[in-house]
């Protein structure tokens, strides 16, 4: 069963606007979430974190929210911007042992966000 | 340049030809990890390594085998490959300190089996 899910296949955003990406998980083991981007024909890479003990983490146009009670977490691009357009993941991870598998990351199936100019 | 290298970047093949796909990193770490990316799954785990001679199964490690015999190495095995092997994988590496979470990936390897 997926632990950590994003709903939200595609988004299409309007350059300037916000873009609001969420990202569900099961698992109340986790607590440590990342968002990646990854552009066509590279490989994802890491935009921003959060630990399980904040509730936000603000980088630039870049904020990632978390809900511990509802076990959602947000990733917040303020303004959007056409070179945001990507394929975003979300990952979590328990940071001590779970499973054998010690800070394993599992990722959701992406969302596809598109900014338009 | 930090970084993770992949080779080879694309690659056709046909049924039970056996390949490896080599991953390299010159960050020193201790952990490193194989996923593939199939549409509408996102990125699964394939094998992961600890450190030198520790390998695991992640959650689709059926067709494949891994090695980790140096610290910079972890290549990906396919004796024999077939067409659902057919997909973009990742190789990853991270250190392995505590909250030391984050991935380096590198840029992918797209395999065709035929």
């Known amino acids: 069963d997926q632990q950590v899910k994003q709903n939200s296949p595609s988004l299409s955003v309007q350059e300037g606007r916000i873009s609001i990406l969420n990202c569900d998980y099961t698992?109340?083991?986790?607590?440590?979430f990342l968002w990646y981007k990854k552009y066509p024909a590279e490989g994802p890479t890491f935009l921003i974190s959060?630990?399980?003990?904040?509730d936000k983490n603000e980088d630039g146009r870049f904020t990632v929210f978390l809900n511990k009670s509802a076990k959602h977490l947000s990733l917040h691009i303020v303004p959007s911007q056409p070179g945001d357009s990507a394929v975003y993941f979300c990952?979590?991870?328990?940071?001590?042992?779970?499973?054998?598998?010690?800070?394993?990351?599992?990722f959701g199936k992406g969302t596809k966000l598109s900014v338009k100019p | 340049e930090a970084q993770v290298t992949q080779n080879p970047r694309y690659l056709i093949t046909v049924t039970g030809k056996k390949l490896t796909v080599t991953c390299s990193q010159n960050?020193?770490?201790?952990?490193m990890s194989w996923y593939r990316q199939d549409p509408g799954l996102g990125l699964r785990q394939i094998y992961y390594?600890?450190?030198?001679?520790?390998?695991d199964k992640g959650d689709v490690p059926e067709g494949y085998k891994v090695s980790r015999k140096e610290k910079r190495n972890f290549p990906l095995i396919l004796e024999s490959p077939s067409p659902n092997q057919t997909s973009l994988y990742f190789c990853?590496?991270?250190?392995?300190?505590?909250?030391?979470?984050?991935?380096?990936f590198g840029a992918g390897s797209r395999l065709t089996v035929l």
């Open positions: 990853a590496s991270r250190a392995l300190e505590v909250g030391a979470n984050v991935l380096t």
């Open positions: 698992n109340s083991m986790f607590d440590y």
């Open positions: 959060i630990s399980s003990i904040k």
């Open positions: 990952a979590a991870s328990a940071k001590f042992n779970y499973g054998g598998s010690q800070g394993n990351l599992i």
């Open positions: 960050m020193n770490h201790e952990y």
């Open positions: 390594s600890m450190n030198v001679e520790v390998t």
